[in-house]
């Protein structure tokens, strides 16, 4: 059944997002570069604007917590001293690995108990043992959260799918450098690679409380 809306495009109008029931236990939190490089005054190369992210990004993880679902913090960790960093021939040095610059935030309180994945490319998959951690956890699914949305948020969620997930993100859990970024990169995960909410729909999801719908339109 189509859900788009009838002012989407005829070719996305074509996709098929029926809404969609989770397991909790078996789809994974997946939080994406929230390093204080990226979000604290002071760090390398930061998006303003992290704070209102957290409040959000909490809400989904307490949720998946008291579900008992795994939740993966994806962190970006350079070493120091690679002469061809692939990342660095694009973006500024940022993240060098034992550095406070590629810490998670304080302000999501991250857990001994949690998983932790180290990236040194955009996708939190490529290059790293995330594939086979989720399989280990027997995880199908997996809610994306993060910065920033058109980088290292869309090529994890591209690969999660390619490489066969159920894909949700929630839209407040997102931030990207503009408006345009963040429409763009949104649209085309809601048409092609999963379905885009919000983090109360999530948190009702993984309390058994209602399925989550696909959003066509955004803000």
Not at 75 to 89: I, K, N, Q, W, Y
Not at 104 to 117: F, I, M, Q, S
Not at 193 to 216: C, H, K, L, M, T
Request: glycine share 8%; proline share 4%.
């Amino acid at each position: 059944m189509n859900q788009a809306s009838a002012s989407v495009d005829e070719f996305s109008a074509k996709g098929i997002s029926e809404p969609a029931m989770i397991e909790a236990r078996s789809t994974a939190v997946l939080v994406v570069d929230m390093e204080n490089d990226f979000c604290v005054e002071g760090g390398a190369m930061v998006l303003p604007g992290y704070e209102k992210l957290v409040g959000p990004q909490l809400a989904v993880i307490d949720a998946a917590r008291a579900a008992g679902a795994p939740v993966v913090f994806i962190t970006d960790a350079h070493r120091p001293g690679v002469h061809r960093d692939r990342e660095f021939l694009k973006r500024a040095r940022h993240c060098i690995e034992g550095t406070w610059g590629s810490r998670v935030v304080d302000a999501l309180k991250a857990r001994p108990d949690d998983h932790y994945v180290i990236k040194r490319r955009y996708s939190g998959f490529f290059g790293t043992d995330l594939d086979m951690t989720l399989k280990d956890l027997e995880v199908d699914s997996v809610v994306v959260m993060g910065v920033v949305t058109n980088i290292c948020v869309r090529s994890t969620v591209h690969d999660a799918f390619f490489l066969g997930y159920r894909v949700f993100v929630p839209e407040d859990c997102v931030a990207a450098p503009s408006a345009r970024e963040q429409t763009s990169s949104l649209f085309d995960i809601a048409t092609s690679f999963g379905w885009v909410s919000d983090s109360a729909e999530v948190a009702r999801a993984y309390a058994g409380q209602g399925p989550i719908r696909n959003r066509f339109e955004f803000a």
